[in-house]
């Protein structure tokens, strides 16, 4: 009898979770990067220090953002959009690291996403207390490309809901390294993150670090 290591659900690497058609949670995904993943997420928050955004009604953002890549997301006043300045600096975002690139490609690829080349990285960092409310991703070009996203640091519950605010959601834990690939049908579904409980990790803290890639065009 052979020992079954990687059953279906299990590339090695992560299991895997459908949420719902065209989302799916690749557990702990991004587990063997993670040293360098954080050290990169060090390295672009020093060049690109993390921010309160406005929204365009005035109120700032409990969650501060940053980005990487030909194009970052930023909200004021004005609106929402992606600029390939950042507005703090006049300077180009930092590139996108080749360690992220390999991880959101590869994610995107196990969800039967072949050939995922991001361009736009947002660096979310949540700290006890912080949210993100209801919305859509709508601020981009093309539908079918997929959002991959990666969870670092302390737990959060995803909340995902349907293709009308008023739909039920659905709350998804999400914890360190863990990666999510959502495209096809449930590309335009609202989510958000409830309210973080203070917990701590161990090589982050108090903090939840959320990686953001898209292909914005
Ligand atoms: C589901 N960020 O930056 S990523 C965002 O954890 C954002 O920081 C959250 O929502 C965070 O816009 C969640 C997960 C995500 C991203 C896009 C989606 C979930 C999605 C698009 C459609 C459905
Ligand atoms: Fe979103």
Same mark, same amino acid.
């Given at each position: 009898?052979? *020992?079954?290591?990687?059953?279906? &659900?299990?590339?090695?690497?992560?299991?895997?979770?459908?949420?719902?058609?065209?989302?799916?949670? /690749?557990?702990?995904?991004?587990?063997?990067?993670?040293?360098?993943?954080?050290? $990169?997420?060090? #390295?672009? %928050?020093?060049?690109?220090? /993390? @921010? &309160?955004?406005?929204?365009?009604?005035?109120?700032?953002?409990?969650?501060?953002? %940053?980005?990487?890549?030909? @194009?970052?997301?930023?909200?004021?006043?004005?609106?929402? =959009?992606?600029?390939?300045?950042?507005?703090? !600096?006049?300077?180009?975002?930092?590139?996108?690291?080749?360690?992220?690139?390999? *991880?959101?490609?590869?994610?995107?690829?196990?969800?039967?996403?072949?050939?995922? $080349?991001?361009? $736009?990285?947002?660096?979310? &960092?949540?700290?006890?207390?912080?949210?993100? !409310? *209801?919305?859509? #991703?709508?601020?981009? =070009?093309?539908?079918?490309?997929?959002?991959?996203?990666? !969870?670092?640091?302390?737990?959060?519950?995803?909340?995902?809901?349907? +293709?009308?605010?008023?739909? @039920?959601?659905? =709350?998804?834990? +999400?914890?360190?390294?863990?990666?999510?690939?959502?495209?096809?049908?449930?590309?335009? @579904?609202?989510?958000?993150?409830?309210?973080?409980?203070?917990?701590? &990790?161990?090589? /982050?803290?108090?903090? =939840?670090?959320? *990686?953001?890639?898209?292909?914005?065009?």
């Amino acid at each position: 009898m052979t *020992l079954d290591l990687f059953p279906d &659900h299990d590339d090695g690497a992560g299991r895997r979770e459908e949420l719902a058609p065209g989302a799916v949670v /690749l557990r702990g995904l991004a587990l063997p990067q993670q040293a360098e993943i954080l050290a $990169a997420v060090d #390295d672009i %928050t020093s060049r690109a220090p /993390l @921010r &309160h955004l406005t929204t365009p009604g005035g109120f700032r953002m409990s969650v501060a953002m %940053t980005n990487c890549g030909a @194009r970052g997301w930023v909200s004021d006043r004005r609106g929402y =959009r992606y600029d390939a300045l950042d507005p703090e !600096s006049g300077r180009p975002w930092p590139p996108i690291p080749e360690v992220f690139l390999e *991880l959101a490609a590869n994610a995107a690829s196990e969800a039967g996403f072949e050939g995922f $080349a991001p361009d $736009a990285c947002l660096i979310n &960092h949540y700290e006890p207390g912080t949210r993100l !409310s *209801l919305h859509q #991703d709508k601020d981009e =070009r093309d539908y079918s490309q997929p959002i991959v996203s990666v !969870s670092l640091g302390i737990p959060a519950v995803f909340l995902f809901g349907g +293709l009308k605010r008023e739909d @039920r959601c659905l =709350r998804v834990p +999400l914890g360190h390294g863990d990666v999510v690939v959502w495209g096809g049908p449930a590309r335009l @579904r609202f989510h958000g993150v409830m309210p973080l409980k203070a917990a701590s &990790h161990p090589g /982050l803290g108090m903090r =939840r670090v959320n *990686l953001t890639f898209r292909k914005v065009g």
